[in-house]
């Protein structure tokens, strides 16, 4: 009896060794990349060659808060004109405005933007901006307003889509931020 009693006692204590023992170093710690709020997003319009700057904004402070987001619209687009794109991402919940648009650069080979032509919008976009990979990331973008006419134009940033894609429609992921505008070609 007295066997067993010490037999158990040392598979005890063995046990308790083993399990406190500090090997911490084997836990895998996975960092979090957080999703940035964002509150505003501006595409700036410039013309080749120049010509009358066209600007579209959209600013929602409270996110899915009751608020409407205020959306604005410098201007129309001049048929025949090619503009360059740039597109500026932020969150004016900060004091100053932090700039998201650097980590969605920084992160390139994990966001998208994608331009949505709607009704009879006559523009093209192309891509200006690259991931590491050489995939579009979307930034920056080239626009031709074809013809007069009228519609609207949308601006999604998708995280973590399928590269390469056809488009918005298969490219999977998650959307961080989707804006449509109303457009006018003169």
Do not use: W
């Not at 999703?35 to 013309?47: A, D, G």
């Not at 976009?125 to 626009?143: A, I, Q, R, V």
Request: aromatic share 6%; proline share 4%.
């Amino acid at each position: 009896m007295k066997k067993i009693q010490i037999l158990a006692a040392i598979l005890f204590t063995s046990l308790l060794t083993v399990s406190c023992s500090d090997d911490d170093d084997a836990i895998a710690i996975v960092p979090v990349n957080e999703e940035e709020l964002i509150t505003t997003i501006n595409v700036t319009l410039t013309p080749v060659g120049g010509g009358t700057v066209v600007e579209y904004s959209s600013q929602d402070l409270d996110g899915d808060g009751p608020n409407l987001p205020t959306v604005t619209v410098s201007g129309n687009l001049t048929a025949g004109t090619t503009y360059n794109g740039t597109i500026e991402l932020l969150n004016e919940t900060e004091d100053p405005a932090e700039v998201i648009t650097e980590e969605v650069e920084e992160e390139s080979v994990e966001h998208q933007f994608f331009y949505t032509v709607g009704g009879n919008l006559d523009i093209s976009t192309t891509y200006t901006s690259f991931d590491t990979d050489g995939n579009p990331l979307g930034t920056t973008f080239d626009l031709e307003a074809l013809t007069a006419s009228a519609g609207t134009l949308t601006f999604t940033l998708r995280h973590e889509p399928t590269k390469p894609n056809t488009g918005a429609s298969d490219a999977g992921g998650e959307t961080d931020i989707e804006v449509t505008f109303d457009v006018t070609v003169e």
